[in-house]
């Protein structure tokens, strides 16, 4: 069984305000700062994306196998306390990268 899991970094920002995750376009978890949540998916390669009020982050693609957790973290930036990141690039204002795999066959 494939799994998903998504964590909201300890950024400096956004401290009341929860960040949305989405897999292919859905959302799946709304995390306040530190949070993680566990999402089943189904194996093959799905695209993961994070938003927070009018900010997003650039679309990250992840394959994950049966067996297998793969793990993403989304949290604000320096870029998205700036005019330019806030307001001129909302689109790339949040980061987001995937911190691994882990294998449960």
Not at 25 to 48: F, K, M, N, Q, Y
Not at 76 to 88: N, P, R, W
Request: net charge positive; charged share 25%; glycine share 12%.
């Amino acid at each position: 069984m494939p799994w998903l899991s998504v964590e909201r970094a300890m950024d400096a920002g956004g401290l009341g305000r929860r960040m949305t995750f989405l897999v292919d376009g859905r959302p799946v978890a709304r995390l306040r700062r530190g949070a993680t949540a566990r999402v089943e998916v189904p194996a093959g390669l799905h695209v993961v994306r994070a938003r927070m009020d009018w900010l997003r982050s650039r679309p990250l693609e992840v394959t994950v196998s049966d067996g297998e957790t793969v793990s993403v973290s989304g949290g604000l930036t320096g870029h998205s306390m700036t005019f330019t990141g806030a307001f001129l690039r909302p689109g790339t204002a949040l980061e987001i990268r995937s911190r691994g795999v882990r294998d449960h066959r």
